[in-house]
T-cell receptor, first 113, second 113 residues
């Protein structure tokens, strides 16, 4: 199984809502990543977890709050987002942090209204 | 610097032709250079990758050429097919320090039948 599963696939939320994005992998990978991708742009790194500890936070606004409950799960909690936060949010995992092959999920298409 | 510069931004090729995408990097600490392929509505998927001690790597119709002295690498897609129409991202990864992918800006490839 080389899948990274993200739910939901699509999400529309208001600026006062609280929602969460979920990511799951069963490849035994110990590094997990959140990326944000705007249309026609490359993925932009947000957070990296290594062995369930936050390793990199790319100065992401606090309205995005990551959580890694265990080695297979990664959440991204969203609160008080802005319309400019609308994007494709991608989760990825790799065997170790910086390990050569990263596997990406299909992403959650988020629209903030 | 961590930047990876990619060109062209978009590319139209006839079926059966050769598609060539170029990347240049600045960070000499990069020691792994993958290419990712992304179809609309999907997450990026690893296509082929190379390490700087090798000048060329071929997998099927896909070839990476690497010029360490010029800090440049390129993707060649031979016998391009309509199914290759996608966005391609080059990236760099270093095995120390930040240890997260740095993506190029992407190339949108369209292969015409």
């Amino acid at each position: 199984d080389t899948e990274v599963t993200q739910t939901p696939k699509h999400l529309v939320m208001g600026m006062t809502n609280k929602k969460s994005l979920k990511c799951e992998q069963h490849m035994g990978h110990r590094a997990m990543y959140w990326y944000k991708q705007k249309a026609k742009k490359p993925p932009e790194l947000m957070f990296v977890y290594s062995y369930e500890k936050l390793s990199i936070n790319e100065s992401v606004p606090s309205r995005f709050s990551p959580e890694c409950p265990n080695s297979s799960l990664l959440n991204l909690h969203l609160h008080a987002l802005q319309p400019e936060d609308s994007a494709l949010y991608l989760c990825a995992s790799s065997q170790e942090k910086g390990n050569t092959e990263a596997f990406f999920g299909q992403g959650t298409r988020l629209t903030v209204v | 610097q961590q930047q990876v510069k990619q060109s062209p931004q978009s590319l139209i090729v006839q079926k059966g032709g050769i598609s060539i995408i170029n990347c240049a990097y600045e960070n000499t600490a990069f020691d792994y250079f993958p290419w990712y392929q992304q179809f609309p509505g999907k997450g990026p998927a690893l296509l082929i990758a190379i390490r700087p001690d090798v000048s060329e790597k071929k997998e099927g119709r896909f070839t990476i050429s690497f010029n360490k002295s010029a800090k440049q690498f390129s993707l060649h897609i031979m016998d391009s097919q309509p199914g290759d129409s996608a966005t391609y991202f080059c990236a760099g990864l270093q095995d120390t320090g930040r240890r997260a992918l740095t993506f190029g800006s992407g190339t949108r490839l369209q292969v015409q039948p």
